[in-house]
């Protein structure tokens, strides 16, 4: 699990390698406000996912074992970067 990186750390973060989902829950109720991924071997999907990290800027690192045995980085979709990939997603 990891925290959010806003300075309340409102948010908690819970990698489930059950169900490979990201879970995003509120720290003051532990409501599920929202979740991400699903079983795959694609960028963005998970196989095995067990480990998760949050850097200051609000990246997600994730790690997964079994095998996917790898590592993934999901940007924040309001970071530059975010904005970029969700252009080129829209592109037809």
């Given at each position: ?15 489930d390698l059950t169900n490979n989902?990201?879970w995003f829950l509120n720290r ?65």
């Amino acid at each position: 699990m990891a925290f959010s990186p806003d300075p309340a750390q409102q948010f908690l973060y819970i990698s489930d390698l059950t169900n490979n989902t990201l879970w995003f829950l509120n720290r003051d109720d532990g409501e599920v406000v929202a979740e991400m991924g699903n079983m795959g071997g694609s960028g963005g999907e998970c196989y095995g996912l067990h480990m998760i990290s949050v850097d200051s800027q609000g990246n997600i690192y994730t790690g997964e074992v079994q095998q996917g045995e790898r590592v993934q980085r999901f940007v924040p979709s309001n970071s530059p970067k975010g904005r970029l990939l969700q252009q080129l997603a829209d592109v037809p």
